[in-house]
RNA sequence: GGCGCCAUAGUAUAAUGGUCAGUACAAGGGGCUCUCAAUCCCUAGAUAGGAGUUCGAUUCUCCUUGGCGCUACCA
């Protein structure tokens, strides 16, 4: 590729970052870093009835989060600004002009409920419904004394039948569109406020991007933008539709799904550069056996070449395991800091203990934890009241009595104990289950549920270290209580 | 309904006009081990169906079926 790339994605910011949005953003991220490209950010916020700031910063924040990062954008300006559609009306405006006095366009008085009744009439005559054309030839200037006049009017584009409108998808190939489906669409409501497609066009061509790379669900309105190029006399930049993310259930990923907006996987605990290797895995792939990739890693292997046509299933139990991957290899430092507020929100103190302590407990659950979210739950023991639950401690192989003993007698050997770490405690316990004639685990399980209350932990007599002297063996005292009741 | 797009295991994907269709997650089994996890080994599992082109198709063409998207004076 020899021509300049430059490449933008274009969201309207009437709610959170959706992770469509956020792969679509990514992909056109990528291809602008590859090629040496520029990437822009615009916000197409002509939809003021459901546009909010809130959204804007929602956006933003959430592709910062990513680490994706743009050139050209609303915050951050740029040669082809502004990079807000709502601060383009003045431009939108002189091209409706130029089209009207053309011809290319014009002024239609059918209201609403005309059309809206047209088309239920055809729909249940089971037929296609195409705007009748019923203002197509009233003269401009009568249209604009009607206008003056008080009367109300969108403007439509006047596409001449049988007009053809097919294009090459950089990922679908060609694509062939029935001329017979177009009609004179709507192009401005009245007072001119420009409709998407129309706007589309206008800053696309005005920011001179050269590929328009979005989602499968734009592909319709490709056909109506090209012809909306054409009647401006504008060369049409090229086109690649992205394939969709579905849900498990194979429909359009929901908020039913779980986690669908950014900030959700944020708020849940996974890493950013967990989220942005996965989603770029959905619909496409590096062309050889590597999955976990970093930003610059992709920059350099993505092309459009591996992007997937088919929609593409997002899978949550695999984003897990991708997050665990990354979890284990963080520094234990940067982990503590992750987990903490997870811990906090679950009412458990970090701020006002042993920082050290607290590294070393983080330590012991690094390779158990996929997600942050998940700490609070592994953690619990070290932080709390553990509920005694005497059928968890009974065990098939010997009767609580035989239990109880044997954990009065560990208990005792352990009050003595000099040092009390990780070794001490496994050369004890060791020797105390062989001189009671019992498997190690026979005695390590009971063990365990007394100190911790759960099956699954971390190793026992690290855990054990980790939980101190005194805690271990008042827990043990409680466990033994409950067995002899 | 109309128009369009798509189709490799449960999921994400790799590959070639011609070896046992490869990998990862998930699943099942096993090793390690005080449990869990991590890790290692093994197993099962796919070219939607039907025609055609071809010596040969999963790959190219067509049809069927299925899935999805769009069908606004939303974006």
Sequence with gaps: MTEKIRVRIAPSPTGKLHIGNARTGLFNYLFA??????????????????STPEAEKAIFDGLKWLGITWDEGPDIGGNYGPYKQTERFDTYKDALNRLLEDGHAYYCFCS???????????????????????????????????????????????????TEANFHDLIRGDIEVDSETFDDFVIAKPGGAPLYNFATVIDDHLMDITHILRGQDHLTNTSKQILIYRALGWDVPKFGHFSLILDTNRKKLSKRAGAVYIGDFQEQGYLPQTVANFIA????????????MTMEEMVEAFSMDHVQKADAVFDPEKLKWLNGVYIREMPLENLVEAVKPHLRNAGFEVDNVDQEWLKKVVFLEQERMRL???????????????????SLLSSKKHS?????RALEQT?????????????????????????MGWQGGDLFMPLRIAVTGKKATPPLFETMEVLGKELSLKRIDKAIQSLKK
């Design 33 to 50: 870093r590859h090629y040496g490209g520029t990437f822009i950010l615009r916000i197409d916020d002509t939809d003021t009835e459901r």
């Design 112 to 162: 609403p409920e005309e059309i809206e009744q047209k088309r239920t009439t055809a729909e249940k005559a089971h037929e296609i419904y195409r705007y009748d054309n019923t203002c197509r030839t009233i003269p401009l200037d009568e249209a604009r004394k009607r206008i003056a006049a008080g009367e109300r009017a969108v403007i439509r584009l006047r596409v001449p039948e049988g």
């Design 281 to 292: 895995l959905i619909g496409w792939s590096p062309g050889e056996n590597k999955e976990k």
């Design 372 to 390: 942050f979210s998940e700490a609070s739950e592994l953690f619990d023991f070290f932080f709390k009241e553990i509920p005694y639950d005497k």
């Design 400 to 404: 609580d009595d035989e239990l109880a």
């Design 411 to 435: 208990r005792e050997q352990l009050e003595g104990i000099s040092n009390w770490d990780k070794e001490e405690l496994e050369n004890l316990c060791r020797s105390l289950a062989s001189q």
